[in-house]
């Protein structure tokens, strides 16, 4: 329970002359003599110049000094030459944690101290406190020192200091609990005053009060005696990123006081390690619980039939009114102030010296649904971007700073895809994913122009090149777009940027060609080399469980349907997925975005926990 | 050999009313029907909608289009409705490193596009260029973008780019290598001149063009025809880092032209990664190879024993004269641009709005012998660094950037011991390494102002209490010494600061307390509560293999001997080690430094590879 101390039996305390000793020591006292003694005999003990005696207590004290040891130092023969005593404080101190991950604070694990992934791993764990548990004059939790509500508690994560001892420490020590600069920015402390343990409600956070933070990397922590324990809750205040792996470790020192004004010196330190969670994606596989969408002067037709799926689905949709979204329907890049509340956080990172472009947008944040790639399990998916195509020389990227986040969370290691070949540059232009129920759970979905030119020419072969694509002013006919070798030449290239991220996306997913749909999809080429769906993008969807939002194609009508959406709903009705088409041509398809840049969807987390990844 | 390439059998190129069809091809084309036809006969198979081939070849063209494959379209009978044709150019192109380590770049290594430590891991090494191959006007190679001497070769790593086809690529395809903005800082890549491949001297480094560096991210390489190789030599510019992991890619793209003005889109890449050797030092358990010092106005006494010493071990001195060091005397820090040159080289780190201060400077910065803690292993041991100490709310620290650098080389992790107690603030002030014959194969020591006093306490029981230290005016005695009340107290503190360094070299190493020998080594205390040693400080030593070279600590003389010698020495004479008692009294301890902080040792590499660590 104490530390093993040493105590050199002939350096302060043996008299002249002495040449062997004996110890007596109280019951709760222990004793190991080294070196060890050649003689196997009981007393007197042979004294030599490098003799220690190493002590240790297993139990606490109740009382100061109510435990000692003491030797006796005899001559030549047995005459005792004196007598030295050691008076024994013990005292039990562990400063712990949730290290076994099963929500209790368990005594002293013996691998609190360290981190480890896995299953058979260890380590406590730390949320980000980026929520608001404020619903008016809302900021993020973490950007106030101090305890918004006592609710904001359950965001933290739990820190017992347990003492077991006399009801006051000796004279002049102390307990201090400290972290390093360096962890200083991603760590807060909260305590509970002592008094607020003895009240029914905790209900003040003034009963809450900072303990570190960057403005105290060390404060004194009183020692209650008897047995205590005390509750501290510990705030995670950044992602891992670029410069931080995610670890940050608190400590608790005893400290002995020196005489004549010496600082005080530890002489016990005991120390425990947690890890950030990290930021993470969900995939379109994971259920829906909540829909959002933008309203804007011009977007009724979306919203009607945006409500009409996702109140069929039976979720709930939100809708982000004018006023607050002053005008912007992009609702993947929503206006953060509207959500934050409690349980609903964000994180955002600014650039510096580099060009913030179209890339930085989500939609060209995506993620896929767990996967395994030769043995390698990736149960959280993976993240999927977009980027200049590597052997460009110049090019638009994702930001720097927003990679280096993405990467530095390490759960789902991301994948770059080419996308600066379109003119908005999102990844979500020319896939998405949808659940299957057979081979490995999902279908990647790719725009094709090549399967777009088959449909089209099967039409002109099943004597349907008259049809019309399009309303009014802007008919054209099948013959009309198959007959058109500028498109055509257009579409070869799109499908060859669109085949080097096939071949991309199937390395890095592990992925057949069975596990790939081509979506007849066509694109035309601007004046800057840069693609723009050439009708409503079908595969920009958004997925609710088996109801999928898709853009409306307004293709060639044939016996009054429509040619896309009928190939459309055959394709996804295999894996047994019902297609609703929603009108966003003119607020959004003509605006270069589609369905799924025009919403947004809250799913629920993953079942598999990310600390169980093998890292 | 060619990547597999799909080929739609229907969308541009069946004839209408087409049923089945059949393939043939020459020799050396492979090809698979997808999905595969339900019938198991030979000819005709049923042509459905999403049918496609993939087809493969095995060995490189001789000449350009020398095979083909043909697809005959068959209507609802055996009538032959057409017959499509595609002539096939196969090249074998591989971008080659030593992924397997073995000093060979062999063909096409299956892992080279990744990287993982261990025996059984794999991944090409690449060492930072920061010798300097010129013996005049030196600058570190890393710092010139270009060759600068032929020999400077061998300080890169070899990438050979192989490939086997036609004389010629087909018109518009073109191969092009490439890396990534990140990646630029911290790698060039050089080539060969095509015309230098048939000289039998390449003797000049105009024959090694930069080819890839911060310049150029991306450029055309020739391809050569035939069966050829090409060699590339790769240089790696800076260590590991906070924000630098030491992984570098490359990448080669075969291009295909677009029609119209269309980039050219990429339809192969072949990708090798490499990781850059961290920095390592070497501890006192390695054999030396140079020893270096200083030589000054005022140090004739030190040289002398040193010359005596390094000779007598058979080692070479390299003395650093007055016009080079500028009166400076530390030869932990000795002057870089003397030592610059090949295969000697330096790395530093700038401090930005950080005070730098004394524990920047090596002599706090040691490595320990190898260890194992708990079962992991550290077979290149582990740093040693002295920051304040937890607990301080304001001390002195080694600076950020360079806590950072060394965290970051991974394969030395380093431990952070308690060394602002101390004036200079060095932890080779109270502790340093020598080998050993048994147990773990060194021994830690450690200055120890208690073993200190049992040794004065002893002399005054054996009747030596007017023994004196020191010379003439400054001489006191062992009576003198241990009357002073003062004197012991700060002791007291020194040790138990030092006793608090001691419990976490013991945890961090994996240390009994019989791996550790207590030097007896007196400190005092000035006014800003720091300490000095109180005489020359003999923790504070040169270790050269089996010879010691420690600062003459002028103790009390019993029988016309130090008695601080004869302790020393006999504590050191078990461990199979002699030692040479250096004065350094005037020009070094007056000044706060001794022997080690005066001399710096160049020693023998690992034998152990840092990328067989199990990481």
Request: charged letters at 25%.
């Amino acid at each position: 329970i104490i530390q093993r101390d040493r105590l050199s039996l002939d350096s302060r305390s043996a008299p002249p002359s002495s040449k062997y000793f004996s110890v007596q020591c109280s019951p709760r006292v222990q004793y190991r003599i080294t070196p060890p003694p050649p003689e196997s005999g009981t007393l007197p003990t042979t004294l030599n110049g490098n003799t220690m005696l190493l002590i240790t207590m297993d139990t606490a004290s109740e009382v100061g000094n109510d435990s000692k040891l003491s030797v006796m130092y005899y001559g030549e023969k047995t005459e005792v030459l004196g007598k030295a005593v050691v008076h024994l404080t013990a005292v039990e101190i562990s400063l712990d944690v949730d290290a076994d991950r099963d929500g209790q604070v368990e005594r002293n694990n013996p691998n609190k101290g360290s981190w480890m992934w896995g299953p058979n791993g260890h380590g406590a764990i730390l949320l980000v406190n980026c929520d608001s548990e404020r619903t008016y004059g809302k900021r993020r939790d973490s950007e106030c020192a101090e305890v918004t509500r006592v609710s904001d508690l359950k965001d933290m994560s739990p820190m017992v200091l347990r003492t077991s001892g006399p009801a006051k420490l000796p004279e002049g020590y102390k307990l201090t609990m400290h972290i390093t600069q360096g962890d200083a920015e991603s760590v807060r402390v909260f305590g509970t005053r002592s008094t607020a343990e003895n009240l029914f409600y905790k209900n003040f956070v003034k009963d809450y009060p900072l303990v570190l933070g960057s403005e105290d990397l060390s404060k004194e922590v009183p020692y209650l005696g008897g047995n205590a324990e005390m509750n501290f809750y510990v705030e995670g205040l950044r992602f891992p990123d670029k410069d931080f792996e995610g670890l940050i470790s608190i400590s608790l020192s005893l400290l002995e006081p020196s005489s004549q004004g010496f600082p005080e010196t530890p002489i016990f330190t005991d120390r425990v390690v947690f890890r950030v969670a990290p930021w993470i994606m969900t995939p379109n596989t994971l259920n829906p619980v909540e829909v959002f969408v933008c309203s804007t002067s011009d977007n009724y037709q979306f919203l009607k039939g945006m409500r009409r799926l996702v109140e069929h689905s039976g979720y709930k949709l939100k809708v982000c009114h004018q006023y607050m979204n002053r005008g912007d329907r992009w609702m993947q890049d929503f206006p953060y102030d509207e959500l934050l509340g409690p349980d609903f956080g964000y994180v955002t990172r600014m650039a510096y010296n580099e060009e913030v472009s179209s890339l930085d947008s989500f939609g060209n944040l995506e993620v896929s649904p767990p996967v395994t790639i030769n043995g390698k399990n990736y149960p959280l998916g993976r993240i999927i971007i977009g980027v200049a195509f590597p052997t460009a020389t110049k090019g638009r990227n994702m930001t720097k700073v927003v990679q280096d986040f993405l990467w530095a969370q390490k759960v789902q290691e991301p994948i770059a895809l080419f996308s600066d070949w379109l003119h908005v540059g999102h990844v979500d232009e020319f896939m998405t994913f949808v659940p299957a129920p057979d081979k490995k759970g999902f279908r990647l979905l790719l725009a094709s122009p090549d399967a777009g030119y088959k449909l089209f020419r099967g039409l002109q072969n099943d004597r349907h090149g008259q049809a019309k694509m399009f309303d009014a002013e802007e008919e054209i006919t099948v013959d009309e777009i198959l007959c058109d070798d500028k498109l055509r030449a257009e579409n070869n290239y799109v499908q060859s940027c669109i085949d080097w991220n096939r071949d991309v996306l199937k390395r890095e997913l592990g992925l057949d060609d069975d596990d790939i749909i081509d979506l007849p999809i066509l694109f035309h080429v601007t004046e800057e080399n840069r693609a723009v769906a050439y009708y409503p993008d079908m595969v920009n969807m958004i997925v609710l469980g088996k109801n999928l939002g898709i853009p409306k194609p307004f293709g060639p009508k044939v016996d009054g349907r429509c040619a896309l959406e009928a190939e459309m709903t055959s394709l996804m009705e295999g894996l047994g997925l019902s297609c609703t088409y929603i009108d966003d041509f003119a607020s959004y398809h003509k605006l270069l975005g589609e369905v799924h840049c025009g919403s947004n969807v809250r799913r629920e987390p993953f079942s598999f926990k990310w600390w169980n990844l093998e890292m």
